[in-house]
């Protein structure tokens, strides 16, 4: 019987840098793994992030699976089950997805005999928390309460050093400092039951990963409606390669309004002749190197979105 782990988050909130570290810890065990990522808009980047990684990865763009690919995910779980015969299927859906239904797919007759739940896992963003909740409270709330485990992301972002203190490697957010306590705090407010893994990324080991693991994992009992009616996303491949100057800018452009409201936007593109990994979550900018090969893209999410003025940027 193959266990899927669901990693969900909102957002930008870490899930792709989380499931990385994940199967790592299940190849270190010998076990076979391969990850479905779901993404919303037409890009296919986490997948190629992953696999980046040496990772295997099926991805699913285009749309969520708790709507407008709702039919297809059971039909992608039978052909990794069939193609692959993994020991775990980890899911990293997209940051709008939401319980509603889901659990019911694995209970199908294709499925019920194949596939069952491992573990149910929930990313929250520390450094876009109070923003996000603002922003998107009914959201956040929900998903934090159907949480039966919750990892803490970005832990070690507590400073803000210039953008690329060393060649092509950056992080930074518009934010203040995370209190991780209080942070803690209001999190068990909303679901006090809830076990929490608070721990920088670089700081995880196989007896945290055992630890988190061997939480019970509950489907929620809670069903709650669509928030992301609202959001939408451009996808772009841009023509040009960029210089340092013009990607700070566009790193202004999305957080300034210039591009409509931008709550996500992510991409590869060629910095200098040097593939980059631009990530940007609210209040939270990363830039890295990329290690894989492939054509420029970005994708951009949010609502009141300029695409003309997004596209002349970028091509220009």
Not at 101 to 106: K, Q, V
């Amino acid at each position: 019987m193959t266990k899927l782990d669901i990693i969900s988050g909102f957002l930008g909130a870490g899930k792709t840098t989380f499931v990385n570290k994940l199967l790592k810890y299940y190849i270190d065990l010998g076990l076979k793994s391969v990850c479905i990522v779901n993404e919303f808009g037409q890009t296919g980047l986490d997948a190629r992030i992953i696999e980046s990684s040496g990772f295997t990865a099926v991805e699913m763009e285009g749309g969520c699976i708790c709507c407008t690919l709702k039919d297809e995910i059971s039909v992608a779980i039978m052909q990794v089950i069939d193609t692959f015969s993994p020991d775990r299927i980890v899911f990293e859906p997209s940051g709008i997805f939401i319980f509603d239904n889901f659990f019911d797919i694995l209970k199908s007759e294709e499925l019920k005999d194949k596939c069952e739940i491992g573990n149910v896992i929930t990313i929250v963003d520390s450094v876009n928390f109070e923003f996000s909740k603002a922003t998107y409270g009914s959201f956040i709330y929900n998903q934090i309460k159907n949480a039966p485990s919750i990892v803490l992301s970005k832990l070690e972002k507590q400073a803000k050093p210039a953008l690329f203190p060393t060649p092509h490697s950056e992080q930074t957010f518009r934010g203040e400092a995370v209190n991780v306590a209080e942070l803690i705090c209001d999190i068990k407010n909303i679901n006090p039951d809830v076990f929490i893994a608070a721990k920088a990324w670089d700081d995880w080991n196989s007896a945290d990963f055992e630890l988190l693991l061997s939480q019970e994992n509950l489907p929620p009992e809670e069903h709650y409606a669509h928030h992301h009616s609202h959001l939408h996303s451009i996808t772009i491949k841009p023509a040009t390669i960029f210089t340092r100057a013009k990607l700070e800018r566009l790193i202004e452009l999305c957080g300034d309004g210039t591009f409509g409201d931008i709550c996500r936007a992510k991409g590869i593109l060629n910095i200098d002749g040097e593939l980059i990994l631009l990530n940007i979550a609210m209040q939270d900018v990363t830039v890295t190197p990329f290690k894989g090969s492939g054509e420029q893209t970005l994708t951009l999410i949010g609502n009141s979105m300029n695409e003309e003025e997004v596209k002349r940027f970028l091509n220009t």
